[in-house]
């Protein structure tokens, strides 16, 4: 079971940003998957879940009406496009997966992260 | 936004000792609390769910209590690789909310 995030780089302030959390070792069609990032130094922030088949999405207030989260669930794949970044944008940004059941939203299983500079 | 709060900030704990760790949430989660720990470079690790139930793979070492506003983290006997930051997170409400974190370092 495991998730990898790609898409990672250095973009400029107002531009745009696609980051993907590619799933394997588990049927992931099942999964609701979140996004968290974390600013240098700092600590876990929340930014983003879909539930398993792409009905509901939720976003925290700093990034709603910026960032998108989307899946295609023929490729195990969780996208999050990010538009309009800003400096405080700046984060590692890992995946991980509603597990246990759902009652229990726990975030069972994370990926490594991928690394997002926004930077004139 | 339910707001999580965690103290102390920094706990110093020797090996071998205990370690207590609160979060306190800004209004009622019921149960609805995970903890993690993290260390340096790495993703986040879940220890505790449903503020009590150890994850698997988890030690006995690890306990979590408490419902509605007030948790603990409980690490009965530090061990070396225990020394780490710890984060208790509400899945309650919308949106999920984490606490700012507690670091464990070696005393």
């Known amino acids: 079971e495991q998730l990898v995030e790609s898409g990672g780089g250095v973009v400029q302030p107002g531009g745009s940003l696609r980051v993907s959390c590619a799933a394997s070792?588990?049927?992931?069609?099942?999964?609701?998957i979140h996004w968290v990032r974390q600013a240098p130094g700092k600590g876990l922030e929340w930014v983003a879940l879909i539930w398993h088949d792409g009905g509901d999405k939720y976003y925290a207030d700093s990034v709603k009406g910026r960032f998108t989260i989307s899946r295609d669930n023929s490729k195990n794949t969780v996208f999050l496009q990010m538009n309009s970044l800003r400096v405080e944008d700046t984060a590692v940004y890992f995946c991980a997966r509603w597990g246990i059941s759902a009652d229990y939203d726990a975030l069972d299983i994370w990926g490594q992260g991928t690394m997002v500079t926004v930077s004139s | 936004d339910i707001v999580m709060t965690q103290s102390p900030a920094t706990l110093s704990v020797s090996p071998g000792e205990r370690a207590t760790l609160s979060c306190r949430a800004s209004?009622?989660?019921?149960?609805?609390l995970n903890w993690f720990q993290q260390k340096p470079g790495q993703a986040p690790r879940l220890l505790i769910y449903?503020?009590?139930i150890r994850a698997t793979g988890i030690p006995a070492r690890f306990s979590g209590s408490g419902s509605g506003t007030e948790f603990t983290l409980t690490i009965s006997s530090l061990q070396s690789e225990d020394f780490a930051v710890y984060y208790c997170q509400q899945y309650n409400n919308w949106p999920r909310t984490f606490g700012q974190g507690t670091t464990v370092e070696i005393k």
């Open positions: 070792g588990f049927t992931f069609s099942h999964y609701g």
């Open positions: 209004q009622s989660v019921k149960n609805n």
């Open positions: 449903g503020a009590s």
